[in-house]
């Protein structure tokens, strides 16, 4: 095994930096410390506030009670969406501050906007206040509010934020932690409710709310959200030169999921059966949809694991067979387990380490052949070939037996593949003999 790692792949149509562009020292406001500071403050006061409202509404039991059952969908849902994000895996920082937003700044947000609108409403038309608040005002100020958090994540992450799939992930868990607090809220006040008029078992108001909300559309919350990741995962990939487009497709995302908030919430005034028509009819096959949108969208990624990684193996960075192992969860997942079985959960954590560099370094060169990788590419490109390399020596043995593997019985290897060569500049131009398909189980 070579001991010192080969000279950089050329690329031909590497961006060039901006003339004239020097290195300049960041202001005190542009420290990466003093804005997770910032942040951190606001979201710890965002917390304790929406905590002293929602039990001076709820009560201290009703809180409790509401916060033992709106807890119950939140592994559920921050699962799927990770489950979602294992082929280009995003760091737990993100989703802890897209939870936290959601639950705290979101939230917050919601319930004084809400609020003081209705109330404005009130005075004009009191008869339509509640109508007006709940189909026009809740899904402007939330989805607006929730969509914070993936346009944060967006500007300030951008390395972490490439493509639809983190669009959706980023907006899911920041609607779950805005559903996780407002069913608290909904539930903590209907068991207040039933203290009241003594409702108890399946025949309480809480019992009622709970099969609702939680039972019945768990996910209304981040499937509206998830139309604004989705326009922010498209504007990712555009690149720099459609500056236009990535305006333009997250607003309509926005204004999408505000409408579809809106029908949603405007349901119970389409007669008796209106929700569960809705509800059938329209959440339903959207929820549908929108999954099968997600998980196409992460069979695309390993697609361009296995046709974008080659070029590595041509240049001595990756193994023979690594891109076609990187190319199929299956593989990807006994990879892990043997290392952490053999080596250790440190060795399993740098297995899944490198399928995430492995997979962003394909997503990057993808964006780099079409022309849509910004001035930062060669950067970013060195910056993860170094971290796979320093990984090889304990992430390929287990790579190598997640071939034999997962591989189908009496298949041999990438038909025609060479084995990694130092080829003379120039290699890039000539023609990959490698197939695009994926032989291996996913």
Known sequence: MATSPPPYPPYPSYPPDPAGRGLRHPRWWQRRWVRYWALGTLLALSGLIILALVREQTGTEGFLVGLGLAVLPVPLLIGAFRWLDRVQPGPWRNLLFAFAWGACAAALIAIVANSFATRWIATADPSSADTLGATVIAPIVEESAKGAAVLLVFLFRRRDFTGIVDGVVIAGVTATGFAFTENILYL????????????????????????????????????????????????????????????????????LAMGMHAFWNGSSTFGQYGFFAVYGMFMVPAFGLLTWL???????????????????????????????????????????????????????????EYEGYATTLALLRRAGRRGRAGAGFVVRERELLTELWNRRELVRPALDYAARTAAPRGHRGPAGFAPPLHGPPGWYEAPMPYPAYNPYRS
């Open 188 to 255: 903590g006040t209907a068991f207040g409710a039933d203290r009241l008029s003594g409702g108890t078992g399946i025949a309480s108001v809480t019992a009622a709310t709970f099969f609702v909300r939680i039972v019945m559309s768990p996910f209304a919350h981040p499937l509206f959200t998830v139309l604004t990741g989705i326009g922010f995962g498209i504007a990712a990939f555009s690149g720099e030169r459609g500056r236009v487009w990535r305006v333009v497709v997250p607003v309509a995302g926005l204004l």
């Open 294 to 352: 997600a998980v196409w969208t992460r069979q695309r990624e390993l697609r361009a694991v296995r046709e974008e990684l080659p070029a590595y193996v041509f240049a001595g960075w990756l193994g023979t067979v690594e891109p076609f192992v990187l190319g199929s969860m299956r593989a990807r997942q006994i990879a892990r387990e043997y290392a952490a079985y053999h080596f250790g959960k440190p060795a399993g954590r740098a297995v899944a």
